[in-house]
């Protein structure tokens, strides 16, 4: 009795913080798309209240206290693994935001906002010397957040408790060996690549396709996908934003894009990019609403959504095939367009200077670069000196690049201006889960690609939505890898995707 | 030292109160403009949780401690009149808020919730019967919170303690005086109304005119009045809801509108309804911004400058002269529409059955009937059954019409059903705050309206700043409007307004 009692108060206060949290959310998306120009100094005044007020939620002291009773209770060891499963997430969460003293978070925050702004500024002059002094306030901040994290996730290197934010339980050890194993496979890959005679032509993805075309192709696409972003019980919308991203939970999850009238391709592939998100966050598990383990598992497990519906699907022959028909109705200056040609011509693979640009393959070279670096500057290897120096070596090294300035080199990313260290990795993994999953797919439902050149997706929802997104966040990512796919996090099931891919794309 | 350090910690507290507020207007009007529709069960938990949180911090005992170590503190009379305000207002809310037992505002909440419901229902089957029973269950719950908040505001009934929510220290007989002379007023100007031989032609106000080209003259009209809805500055915008409304505070006030293909008109007045409505709300005193004494007056002040810039400005001939070209390069369908015709057909007075389609003039009475109704309910002199017979028999009293159905009559209005009491008479006060404004402008700027027929509002504009708008929550609306009209509440002002006006439009 008193073991559920306090089970049932945990479960109510930790609804509250989700609920709060998707109030947080919805300004945030607010501030991207609708927020009149004027009203950013009201936006950060909401925002740091809502944070301040989350953070008050979350680390209450009577979280421990009902901790304590459910942990010490006879009881505890009956409780079912979805009971034990929230319990973990409370407390672990509890344990770390009650962790960091105040001042240190204030702090983090206020280095963070300072940092960004700087950072902005440097990237647009090209001086890294202007960016550096903030950026070491930043990472000595974070680096002492990461040391007291480090002890309570009981991670080997404060870098890894880093990492553990954004996928739990994985190790930086584990990520080198996989990144190697990677590497190695990619290189073997682009060497094919770049000897094959086949040079794919990007033209017809410039040919001009107005806004007004694009929006109706981006319905389209989202229709097709299973994502509702139009229908009188859509729970999904489409906005315009410079930048892409997705936000939102389960009834209310939006996504935006950007129409470039010289450039279609690109609003095709971060609308099939962020439905993948956001299909993810509106399958979870609805018994588990607002509940711990009802959320997403991890940053990495999110990503292998995306990929896995922007390149597994969406760069795939079959899917154009069965697309093509609506774009051409939707755009008519690509009536032309052959679907062969098409095909090879979104799936070119070039080496280039910036990571969001780059294509599917050449994609994770740029994470490679940025987790070597992240690794080695927390374990103090490389000083924030060196940085464009071991920035540059790197491109050239594994991408062969000559890096001209700062701002294409080491300033290109937002996520070391904003304390995000230990994300990048996310990037890769989601790619390796991907072509994992991609793998158990073929095994569970071998005519899924012929469904895709009709347009139907149910199946492969279907598979998704029970092995992944209706999973919620009841595993660490790595447990949930391999209940899904039967295999801990590996790269080779993503190496034979990409292989067999190209090599009918490339010709070898 | 005490004394302002107390002081100090109160202003914070309320600061974070009105930033929550604001956070909470946003995420309604999201709901009403751009909320996916499947996803109203997520917005009712973030507006509940919310409001729950603004009440858990509006109700700190710590707020009540402040209180009493400033106000018996011997410094508190050197205060000057902008912290005593403060003062006053934070304790004001203090008492009222921890008054009302927490289960009651809970019931209420949901009564409310539940009576709207069903009032839906009941409207559009026209069944009073349906919707009498849980109606008054809201009453009889409002009447108990009305007797607890008399004590408190020491108002003479219960009834006053509810205006008091909406127009601090207006009292029912001060309404029901000024109303009797209003009425009488109205009844002389509407008999010669009646016998003129002029009868506007309201055809040119049909005349087809597509969204875009009404998109085009809301944005046009925002920014004649000085509201600024599209310059890279803006701290507004105009969206599209079906009942139009105003939303926000200082940086970030956001309007809606309607856009009817067979009724330009409607949008045209509603945007200058909103925009009075945000141009008080972004013209409060800077210096107050977040501050009790920062925000607006009273619901009828509010309305006040909502009907100056929809009537007294947006419906005279002057605006009009300066505003018809604008209006016919947005609109070439009403390129041949006469000015004086115009100007007719905009300020044509006929009774009807329903308040918000009235005329400027006839509207004052549709207020009366609902707040001798109100009144009187409160009063135990009508119960809830005799509603529908006493409603028609004021209608056609007052205002000679014959009411067919209930939906057409006593449930036409949201504001019963949602509890709401005590809110119709700022209407008619807002009215009547006009007609003293337009008096003291008048005054004060003896060329206003040569001004409006150029164009020019900044003069207008800096006036209605100075008295009203940057005023703030200084005064009590009566002291205002004293301060602002040499004069307090009283109707013959806005009687002569409508006289001057109406002789020149009938001709007698």
Redesign the interface.
């Known amino acids: 009795m008193i073991i559920s009692r306090a089970y049932k108060k945990l479960l109510s206060m930790a609804k509250?913080v989700a609920?709060?949290s998707?109030?947080e959310s919805?300004?945030h998306w607010?501030m991207e798309t609708?927020?009149?120009?004027?009203?950013?100094?009201?936006?950060s005044?909401?925002l740091s209240?809502?944070t301040r007020?989350n953070h008050q939620m979350s680390t209450e002291p009577k979280i421990g206290k009902l901790l304590a009773i459910i942990k010490t209770n006879p009881e505890y060891d009956a409780l079912g693994q979805a009971e034990k499963r929230n319990i973990y997430l409370i407390n672990k969460n509890y344990r770390e935001q009650t962790s960091l003293p105040e001042e240190l978070v204030a702090e983090l925050a206020k280095q963070e906002a300072i940092t960004v702004n700087v950072w902005k500024k440097a990237k647009a002059q090209k001086n890294f010397s202007l960016f550096k002094p903030d950026l070491q306030k930043l990472l000595n901040l974070s680096k002492e957040a990461a040391e007291i994290l480090m002890k309570v996730k009981e991670t080997k290197t404060p870098y890894e408790a880093l990492i553990d934010n954004f996928e739990p339980k994985m190790t930086a050890d584990k990520i080198t060996a996989t990144f190697n194993q990677l590497q190695g496979g990619l290189k073997h890959l682009i060497g094919k690549i770049q000897s094959s005679q086949i040079k794919p032509d990007t033209t017809m993805l410039h040919l001009p396709v107005p806004a007004e075309n694009q929006r109706r192709i981006a319905q389209l696409l989202t229709q097709t996908l299973g994502y509702?972003?139009a229908s009188?019980?859509?729970?999904?919308?489409i906005d315009e934003t410079e930048h892409p991203f997705t936000t939102g939970?389960?009834?209310?999850v939006?996504i935006t894009t950007h129409y470039y009238p010289d450039n279609y391709a690109s609003s095709i592939f971060s609308v099939l990019h962020e439905s993948g998100h956001a299909l993810y966050e509106q399958n979870l598990n609805p018994e588990w609403k607002?509940q711990p383990i009802g959320s997403t598992c991890s940053y990495g497990i999110h990503e292998s959504q995306s990929r896995f519906y922007e390149n597994v699907i969406g760069r795939s022959k079959e899917f154009w095939a069965g697309f093509m028909p609506k774009l051409k109705k939707a755009a008519p200056s690509v009536a032309n367009v052959e679907l062969d040609k098409f095909v090879k011509a979104i799936n070119k693979v070039e080496f280039s200077k910036i990571r969001v640009e780059a294509d599917e393959v050449t994609y994770n070279l740029h994470v490679i670069v940025r987790f070597e670096i992240e690794r080695d500057l927390f374990a103090d290897k490389i000083t924030v000196n060196e940085l464009p120096e071991v920035w540059n070596q790197k491109y050239a090294d594994y991408l062969g690049v000559k890096v001209q300035d700062d701002s294409e080199g080491v300033m290109q990313d937002t996520h070391w201006a904003s304390g995000l260290y230990g994300y990048f990795p996310s990037y890769a993994l989601g790619n390796i889960y991907s072509g994992q999953i991609a793998g158990a797919v073929t095994k569970d439902l071998p005519g899924w690609r012929s469904q895709l050149a009709v347009g139907k997706l149910n199946q492969l929802n279907e598979w998704l939505k029970r092995n992944i997104h209706s999973q919620s966040d009841l595993y660490d990512p790595e447990e949930l890898i391999k209940k899904a796919t039967g295999r801990c996090l590996n790269s080779e099931a993503y190496l034979s995707y990409l292989n067999e891919k190209y090599s009918a794309i490339y010709g070898f």
Do not use: S
């Not at 609708?34 to 936006?43: I, K, L, N």
């Not at 009188?232 to 919308?237: E, F, K, L, N, T």
């Not at 939970?249 to 209310?252: A, K, L, R, S, T």
């Open positions: 509250d609920v709060l998707t109030a919805l300004i607010d609708m927020m009149p120009p004027g009203a950013v100094e009201q936006r005044l909401q209240l809502l007020i509702d972003t009188p019980a859509a729970h999904g919308r939970y389960y009834d209310d939006r607002y």
